[in-house]
């Protein structure tokens, strides 16, 4: 099934794949893990330095994929006289062009046809890589179980100007665990997997789930779909320093336009087959907490009460329906939410489930105590 969407997937890029300017190419023949997937736009004055980045790492057992996403400064022969003056080996580098910028995201799922590897590691054009960012990458992906999906590792800081500064805590520095609800229910408030130190499985990307369109939740999106099908793993070595760049492509969002994609990207998400399947699988002590946690993650994420309100309304009914109606807490939480609305005749129904619950509780036997001795 799988299979099959994905080559309708490849059928419905083909018009653009096609207009795509290709030179070099990824020989499979050299069967490395991880391709370092390097996007620019408007990136002419930072490929010097990330290809410098890219010769002074450690391990050198990877593909470099190089995208341009249409952009104006973009010169094939000075590109490809920077490429060659690191001497990568043919067969290990490839460079392409866009035929129109559809955005980072869009640039990324719309080149993974070119990709041979089993991993894709991200560089950002205006950040710095430590010498040891793929080699770390690597190892992690050398442990990986089948379920991990995707691996970063922590982020140091650049100012504005490339100087490195104190870095900013970061939100997975503050999480007990990287047990994958508590790693979602972060990542629902605030994104918290940083993308600039991120690796993805191929398989995983090509499922292509979240539309290219809009820098303004696309990473938290895929962040959140990932956990709800895999795990993310946290390498705790600083390999690369994120420049605050106030030019960058997430920093050109303005605030309404942050939340009105951080709302419909909860709806798909939410809203998703994933998502049911995912509440299900936590164990039946830890699921009222669970909903409190994301009621208030969502508040975090949506400051405009009313499209939090929905929201919540949404996770809900979705929980509600998920754990079978069996959460005391979580039936009378969306009761009152329909009593808030002047709505009796759904609260009524939850009602009476709520009270079967207890009935239910009450009658059970209790333990039997061991007669003392």
Same mark, same amino acid.
């Given at each position: 099934?799988?299979?099959?969407?994905l080559?309708?997937?490849?059928?419905?890029?083909?018009?653009?794949?096609?207009?795509?300017?290709?030179?070099?190419?990824?020989?499979?023949?050299?069967?490395?893990?991880?391709?370092?997937?390097?996007?620019?736009?408007?990136?002419?004055?930072?490929?010097?330095?990330?290809?410098?980045?890219?010769?002074?790492?450690?391990?050198?057992?990877?593909?470099?994929?190089?995208?341009?996403?249409?952009?104006?400064?973009?010169?094939?022969?000075?590109?490809?006289? #920077?490429?060659?003056?690191?001497? =990568?080996?043919? +067969? !290990?580098?490839?460079? &392409?062009?866009n035929? $129109?910028?559809?955005?980072?995201?869009?640039?990324?799922q719309?080149?993974?046809?070119?990709?041979?590897?089993?991993?894709?590691?991200?560089?950002?054009?205006?950040?710095?890589?430590?010498?040891?960012?793929?080699s770390?990458?690597?190892l992690?992906?050398?442990?990986?179980?089948?379920?991990?999906?995707?691996?970063?590792s922590?982020?140091?800081?650049?100012?504005?100007?490339?100087?490195?500064?104190?870095?900013?805590?970061?939100?997975?520095?503050?999480?007990?665990?990287?047990?994958?609800?508590?790693?979602f229910?972060?990542?629902?408030?605030?994104?918290?997997?940083?993308?600039?130190?991120?690796?993805m499985?191929?398989?995983?990307?090509?499922?292509?789930?979240?539309?290219?369109?809009?820098?303004?939740?696309s990473?938290? #999106?895929l962040?959140?779909?990932? =956990?709800?099908? +895999? !795990?993310?793993v946290? &390498?705790?070595?600083? $390999?690369?320093?994120?420049?605050?760049?106030?030019?960058?492509?997430?920093?050109?969002?303005?605030?309404?336009?942050?939340?009105?994609?951080?709302?419909?990207?909860?709806?798909?998400?939410?809203?998703?087959?994933?998502?049911?399947?995912?509440?299900?699988?936590?164990?039946?002590?830890?699921?009222?907490?669970?909903?409190?946690?994301?009621?208030?993650?969502?508040?975090i994420?949506?400051?405009e009460?009313?499209?939090?309100?929905?929201?919540?309304?949404?996770?809900?009914?979705?929980?509600?329906?998920?754990?079978?109606?069996?959460?005391?807490?979580?039936?009378?939480?969306?009761?009152?939410?329909?009593?808030?609305?002047?709505?009796s005749?759904?609260?009524?129904?939850?009602?009476?489930?709520?009270?079967?619950?207890?009935? #239910?509780?009450?009658?059970?036997?209790?333990?039997?105590?061991?007669?003392?001795?």
């Amino acid at each position: 099934m799988v299979g099959a969407r994905l080559t309708d997937r490849d059928k419905q890029l083909a018009w653009l794949r096609g207009a795509r300017e290709v030179s070099g190419a990824l020989d499979p023949k050299f069967g490395y893990r991880t391709t370092v997937f390097l996007g620019l736009y408007g990136g002419s004055k930072y490929l010097k330095s990330r290809l410098e980045d890219i010769r002074r790492q450690d391990n050198q057992s990877f593909y470099l994929l190089i995208v341009d996403n249409c952009s104006s400064d973009f010169d094939r022969d000075k590109f490809e006289e #920077e490429i060659e003056a690191i001497n =990568l080996t043919p +067969g !290990r580098w490839q460079l &392409v062009r866009n035929p $129109t910028n559809i955005g980072g995201h869009g640039s990324f799922q719309l080149n993974l046809d070119l990709i041979p590897s089993e991993w894709i590691t991200s560089m950002h054009q205006d950040d710095h890589y430590k010498d040891d960012h793929v080699s770390s990458h690597l190892l992690a992906m050398s442990k990986a179980e089948h379920n991990v999906l995707t691996i970063s590792s922590d982020m140091g800081s650049l100012n504005a100007l490339g100087d490195q500064v104190g870095a900013f805590p970061r939100a997975s520095w503050f999480i007990p665990n990287s047990e994958r609800h508590e790693v979602f229910v972060a990542n629902v408030a605030m994104q918290i997997i940083p993308y600039p130190a991120l690796s993805m499985r191929k398989n995983f990307a090509q499922l292509d789930l979240v539309p290219w369109h809009s820098a303004a939740f696309s990473d938290s #999106e895929l962040s959140l779909r990932s =956990l709800m099908e +895999g !795990r993310h793993v946290f &390498v705790k070595a600083e $390999t690369m320093l994120y420049r605050e760049n106030p030019e960058s492509e997430s920093h050109l969002q303005g605030i309404e336009i942050r939340g009105h994609s951080a709302t419909l990207g909860l709806i798909r998400v939410f809203s998703s087959p994933s998502f049911l399947s995912f509440a299900a699988e936590l164990a039946p002590a830890r699921r009222a907490v669970f909903a409190k946690k994301l009621q208030h993650s969502i508040q975090i994420r949506l400051p405009e009460p009313e499209k939090a309100r929905l929201i919540e309304a949404l996770v809900l009914e979705q929980l509600c329906h998920a754990w079978g109606y069996h959460v005391s807490e979580t039936i009378q939480t969306l009761s009152d939410l329909f009593l808030s609305k002047n709505q009796s005749y759904s609260a009524d129904l939850l009602g009476g489930m709520s009270k079967l619950i207890a009935r #239910e509780t009450a009658t059970e036997s209790p333990p039997t105590l061991a007669p003392s001795r």
